[in-house]
């Protein structure tokens, strides 16, 4: 989820967390320990200060992860015990952990993922329900902490919310399981769907749609039940290994593969005879532009000249992005 959200999150969370006679001495001992533990896990954002392949090979990885998920409230307990040494510490911990633990969950809830279940695996966990932003969880979290301000019992308040949100998540994979079906008859001259993916955005009835089949790439979006392909391109297989081999080590190249469930790549030959290989992420199509994309500038002498990772929203921002690293 953003930002905002689990902000909200946090603040739902110390309502609750106030009726707990171990926590009802001190508001700020009580809203420092959820709101922290809501945002902590994110704390992996300062890697976007180095490069994009290592935020994108790094966010939601390890911070995220088994371990992380058990340290993270023992060492904010440990802080808030420093700040407010009269709190009672265990009480601190067992809400921490829940306020971690809702973060890393609700996480894996949309497209970009985690890896919740590292180090048992590094396989991202992207189940595609939710957007990152979903504005209808916003509000009604939002509404939940204006009736609370306003004198109202959290319990009254929040629980009636948590069953209201339970059956939202139900509705959206109800929604996700009819689209797929839709989608794959939409196509059903294709015999041999190989991968489907169908994504929310922040319109409730709209939703990002790409199928891989063995002969093409499909990409779209659906209207309520109503499912338009914008996109259609024979599929071809990741470039020959006289390709590959001289890429497949590059930092951006190797984060893009690591991450994308879904993708496509062009192979194009270049004015000064160079060659570029560009990686398509297929989740990301908007305006008739795919916005995250890998890309690697291959020399006549097999060398890497150029290459870049991230999310750009026009192909000229790109070739500018590309040429400044």
């Known amino acids: 989820m953003d930002t905002a959200t689990h ?61 992380f ?12 015990f420093v700040f407010f040494k009269h709190v009672d510490v265990t009480h601190v911990w067992m809400w921490a952990q829940l306020a971690v633990f809702l973060h890393v969950f609700v996480d894996i809830f949309n497209s970009y993922g985690t ?11 992207q189940l595609s329900v939710i957007n990152t ?19 109202v019992h959290p319990f009254v308040v929040f629980f009636p919310i948590i069953a209201i949100l339970f059956l939202y998540y139900i509705i959206r994979f109800r929604m996700q399981a009819m689209l797929k079906r839709q989608a794959l008859k939409a196509i059903q001259e294709e015999h041999n769907p190989v991968k489907v993916f ?16 063995d002969q093409y790439d499909y990409v779209g979006r659906s209207y309520g039940r109503n499912i338009v392909f914008s996109d259609k391109t024979k599929r071809e297989s990741l470039p020959s290994s006289d390709f590959m081999k001289y890429v497949k080590d590059d930092v951006n190249i190797k984060t893009f593969l690591n991450f994308s ?22 989740r990301y199509l908007k305006n008739g532009h795919y916005s995250f994309v890998a890309i690697a500038h291959l020399t006549q002498d097999h060398t890497i000249d150029h290459s870049y990772i991230g999310w750009v929203f026009s192909e000229e921002k790109l070739q500018k992005k590309l040429y400044a690293h």
């Open 133 to 151: 932003f979903d504005p209808i969880i916003f509000i009604i979290l939002c509404l939940g902490i204006v009736i609370w301000l306003f004198g």
């Open 69 to 80: 998920t058990i340290l993270w409230p023992i060492l904010l307990s440990l802080l808030v």
């Open 261 to 282: 469930s879904i993708y496509r790549w062009q192979a194009t030959p270049q004015e000064d005879g160079s060659t570029e290989i560009r990686l398509i992420d297929l």
């Open 7 to 67: 902000i909200a999150m946090g603040v739902g969370l110390t309502a609750i967390a106030t009726q707990d006679p171990a926590m009802a001495g001190s508001f700020a001992a009580t809203a420092t320990t959820l709101i922290a533990g809501s945002l902590i896990p994110d704390s992996d954002t300062v890697l976007k200060l180095k490069d994009n392949a290592t935020y994108i090979a790094n966010h939601r990885g390890i911070t995220h992860s088994i371990p």
């Open 198 to 213: 169908v994504a929310p955005t922040m319109k409730f009835m709209e939703w990002r749609i790409a199928i891989q089949t």
């Open 115 to 125: 890896q919740a279940l590292r180090p048992i695996t590094n396989k991202w966990i």
